[in-house]
């Protein structure tokens, strides 16, 4: 298992150099086929030449492409220097550079909006895995009945509804016709009520198109899982049913279904653009858009990198859970 777990981060680590290289190549060349000049979208429209020339040096943007990757990569771990004009600036380590468009450190704008974005994604994953598992248990087990039919027309509905419907309906009710719940983030270290109301719509919105998809493939599953031999072989061994669904079918429903939880939940760090949208939340989605909107390379640069750490994380700890779900599974 620690063999197993050593080469996983190993490879992690590969795969996250390989997203900053491609990344770094393509917004590399972006500026060369369009036109445009980094630099001068540093500086501002209006810059004269020679101001431009001192922030392509201090920048770094006339070096090539792997001392550029080696630089942003270094400046991770250990810190880096910009130079130029005579004035030394000193960015200090995790270094992601600086933001093009508001020459904001770049590293203090995703302190702010990661949490943010962590919290909704978070709270709206344990939400929807246990709406959505759940109701296709039961939905599977009563195959045919009217909650198996309601269940699944609630979940065609969640899976057919555009999240920005679901979210304008969520304020039209609770905020503003009953006025429940707040309409902003409040940080968890500043009150837990504040963090929990201000949340509580974005995680439900959020939830239900999830526990929807969820919903339907688990029952699916769970019906192929109780049409196998060796659920026919427990039942016909006199293992009460309880045991039966919850030590022997459970356990290769799950499998499938966390394999999708894995890569949906670290999708979503980078991805719930729309949610925060419709609840003016300034997470990670946000600066995303920002990032591409104004074309600000660094800025998109980091959203992708720390997006891709995410998913890779999500999925290496989705594995380790297959040996604890299912012992069949042997990690080597």
Same mark, same amino acid.
């Given at each position: ?106 590293? @203090? ?5 990661? !949490? ?22 039961? @939905? ?21 509804? !555009? ?6 309906? #969520? ?11 707040? #309409? ?17 719509? !974005? ?38 049913? @309880? ?23 670290? #999708? ?24 591409? @909107?104004?074309?600000?390379? !660094? ?34």
């Amino acid at each position: 298992m620690l063999a197993y777990i050593v080469r996983r981060l190993f490879a992690v680590v590969v795969m996250l150099l390989v997203v900053t290289l491609v990344t770094l190549s393509i917004f590399f060349l972006i500026p060369k086929m369009t036109g445009s000049d980094p630099a001068a979208m540093f500086v501002g429209k209006q810059a004269d030449p020679a101001s431009i020339e001192a922030i392509r040096q201090k920048l770094g943007l006339d070096d090539p492409i792997l001392v550029q990757f080696w630089h942003f990569v270094s400046g991770i771990f250990v810190g880096r220097d910009y130079t130029g004009g005579g004035d030394t600036i000193h960015c200090a380590m995790p270094c992601f550079g600086y933001s093009f468009r508001t020459e904001q450190d770049v590293w @203090s704008m995703l302190v702010d909006a990661f !949490p943010v974005t962590l919290s909704m994604v978070i709270g709206a994953a344990v939400l929807w895995l246990i709406l959505g598992v759940s109701t296709g248990v039961v @939905s599977a087990l009563k195959r045919g009945t009217i909650i198996d039919r309601a269940a699944m027309i609630t979940a065609l509905a969640g899976v057919s509804l !555009p999240i920005f419907f679901t979210a304008m309906l #969520a304020m039209l009710v609770f905020r503003t016709q009953l006025g429940w719940l707040n #309409a902003s983030y409040v940080p968890i270290t500043e009150s837990f009520g504040g963090w929990f109301g201000g949340l509580l719509l !974005p995680w439900v919105t959020l939830a239900f198109l999830y526990a929807a998809m969820y919903a339907r493939l688990t029952r699916a599953t769970m019906l192929e899982v109780l049409g196998e031999d060796y659920i026919r072989t427990a039942r016909a061994k006199g293992l009460p049913e @309880s045991v039966v669904l919850g030590k022997h079918a459970m356990r290769s429903t799950m499998t499938p279904i966390l394999t999708i939880f894995g890569m949906d939940l670290g #999708a979503l760090v980078g991805g719930a653009i729309l949610t925060e949208t419709a609840f003016s939340l300034h997470g990670l989605g946000g600066l995303a858009i920002k990032g591409v @909107s104004e074309r600000d390379l !660094p800025l998109i640069l980091a959203v992708t990198l720390i997006t891709a750490a995410c998913v890779v994380i999500a999925n290496l700890v989705v594995d380790l859970l297959y040996a604890v779900i299912d012992p069949r599974v042997r990690l080597a």
